[in-house]
Every structure is written in structure tokens, then in C-alpha cells.
């Protein structure tokens, strides 16, 4: 009996230690020394990338870094004064050609006929699907202000877009038998997200349509990867300073650009991934109560805080 135990006991500590070597095999590979052999040459995929979403932060960061590729860019955004300002920005520092698609991605009525129309004919290589929406504070589903247009809004950017613009540019890929999809979606997917429930809902779709995507599409020479990151000193976030867990757009952008062959999906930046590991692989085992009830305090402070300063303000 007792060797038998033991023999257990041995066989658990050697699959503990085996799957602890993998691991950091896995992190060493995709952050060391996958991009220094799969690295690509992004405008050899086309003339063209497109970015939506590309007036600021991580956006503006992929358009700014495929021009440094020597890629010609389609931005897309809402603002046509952004969209000019960024063009004009990327033309003068990079001397590539840029393209501005004005694009309110809320609109429910058919936007991609137009989208369709503005880049035909261009040999689009490189495709990135980033224009998002989220909720303007953290709060509880029902309690959500406009909820049902603010939903609908969600769905339209998140997962509409995605699809649709997708759907646009692959068929001349697939022609091509080359391409790059990226899909930017969120750590939210990944990791307890209470009092964000919806937005993480639509992330963890752009999540699944990117495996399933490279799944039906790689032998056709598409590369597609999904890109979750955490926190990124953005408009968007609550952060305006980098530290080692919130790198800046341009950091975080490089890292991802550098992983595109190498992982389909991934967090994009090493710190963010060792966040997301621990959250789910030692703190879930020790208490996931623990861990979600951290989140949904940390989030009902925000939460509270931001209505104060609106409550104050009106």
C-alpha cells in the first residue's frame, strides 16, 4: 500500500515538474526565441495594411509601426479629423502612401458597402481588426445607463466589425494565398471580469473567431492571430503612466507585432502574460473566490468613484 503511494506521489511530482518545464519552455519560445526566427516581413504579405480603429493608442501604434515596414496604410476611424491628422503624421515621418476610410463603426445601418467601395482594388496584406467599444465605467449588467443601445453599440464594434471587415479583405488574400489577420481583443476574455461583463463577452468572441478563423484558413497561407492584452496606457484605459505590468502603445504594439508568426493567440507582452497565468493557474487553485471578489470590489470602487465626479458635475 505505502508503495503504492508512493509510487503516485513520485509519478505527480515528475508530470508537476514536466509541466512546469514546459511552461517556461513555452514562455522562453514565444517571447525569446520565436520572433528571432519567425519574424515577418509584413510588406512582402502587400502594399497595404489596414488598421481600424487607428487614430489612437494601440490603433495608431500598429498603423504608425507597418509604416515603419515600408506598408502604404488604410486608416479607419470615426474622426475625419483624426484620420487626416494621423494620415499626414505617418506620410511625413515614414514616406509611405495613406489612405483615410471615415467610419463610425455604432452605425446600424450597411457602413461596409462604403468601407468595400474606398479600398477596391488595393492589395491589402495586412489586415488589423482594433476598433473597440467598452463601457464608459465599470457597472453591473442591469445597471448599465441607455442599456440597451449601449449593448447593441457593444455587439456592432466588437464583434460586427470584426466579421464584416474580415469578410472584405480575405477573399483577395485567399486569391493571393498570403495574408495576415490580427484581431485585437482583451485580458478581459481571459480573466475574471465582473462589472464588465458584456465587453469581456464580445472580447472572448473576437477570441474565438480568430482560432476557429486559422483553423479554416492556414492552409491557405493566413496567418491570423488574436492579440488580448491587459492594461496599456490608452485613452481608453485608466491608466496614463507605464510601469512594468501597463507598457505604452508603441511597447506594447512592437512586442505583439514581433509574436504575429510565432503564436495565434496571446497576450502580446510578456508581463501581460504573466499576469493572466497567475490569475488562472495560482491564485484560481488557491481561492477563485478570492480572485473574484478582489475584481468586483476593485471595480465597484472605480465604479463609485467615477460616479461621484459625474453626480459632482452635473
Known amino acids: 500500500m505505502c508503495e503504492s503511494i508512493n509510487l503516485v506521489t513520485n509519478a505527480l511530482a515528475v508530470l508537476s515538474s514536466l509541466y ?28 497595404w495594411a489596414m488598421v481600424t480603429g487607428s487614430t489612437d493608442g494601440i490603433g495608431k501604434e500598429y498603423a504608425r509601426q507597418l509604416a515603419a515596414e515600408g506598408c502604404n496604410i488604410v486608416l479607419v476611424s470615426r474622426s475625419l479629423d483624426k484620420l487626416n491628422s494621423v494620415a499626414k503624421e ?33 492589395e491589402i496584406g495586412v489586415l488589423v481588426n482594433n476598433v473597440g467599444a467598452s463601457y464608459d465605467y465599470p457597472e453591473y449588467f442591469l445597471e448599465v445607463p441607455n442599456w440597451l443601445n449601449k449593448m447593441g453599440n457593444l455587439i456592432r464594434v466588437n464583434c ?53 478563423l486559422s483553423q479554416e484558413y492556414n492552409k491557405d497561407g493566413i496567418i491570423v492571430q488574436c492579440v488580448t492584452p491587459g492594461y496599456v496606457a490608452t485613452n481608453m484605459s485608466a491608466f496614463r503612466s507605464t510601469s512594468f505590468f501597463v507598457p505604452s502603445p508603441k511597447t ?63
Not at 512546469?20 to 502587400?46: A, C, E, H, T
Not at 495613406?98 to 458597402?113: L, M, N, S
Open 252 to 314: 506594447y504594439v512592437s512586442s505583439a507585432l514581433s509574436l504575429v508568426n510565432t503564436t495565434n493567440v496571446t497576450d502580446g507582452y510578456f508581463s501581460h502574460s504573466l499576469m493572466t497565468f497567475f490569475i488562472n493557474n495560482v491564485a484560481k487553485t488557491i481561492s477563485e473566490n478570492f480572485i473574484v471578489n478582489t475584481v468586483r470590489e476593485k471595480m465597484e470602487k472605480s465604479r463609485n468613484s467615477i460616479k461621484r465626479k459625474m453626480a459632482k458635475q452635473q
Open 160 to 212: 460586427i466589425s470584426v466579421i464584416r471587415v474580415t469578410g472584405l479583405v480575405l477573399p483577395g488574400m485567399i486569391k493571393r494565398r498570403k495574408g495576415v489577420v490580427i484581431n485585437v481583443g482583451s485580458g478581459t476574455s481571459e480573466i475574471p471580469s465582473p462589472l464588465l461583463t458584456v465587453y469581456a463577452a464580445t472580447k472572448a468572441f473576437v477570441h474565438k473567431f480568430s482560432v476557429g
Open 90 to 122: 505617418i506620410e511625413n515621418e515614414f514616406k509611405v502612401k495613406t489612405k483615410v476610410v471615415q467610419c463610425d463603426f455604432t452605425e446600424e445601418q450597411d457602413i461596409y458597402g462604403n468601407i468595400f467601395s474606398e479600398i477596391y482594388g488595393l
Open 20 to 47: 512546469v518545464v514546459r511552461q517556461i519552455w513555452k514562455v522562453f519560445y514565444v517571447f525569446v526565441f520565436g520572433p528571432m526566427v519567425n519574424r515577418l516581413d509584413f510588406k512582402s504579405f502587400g502594399e
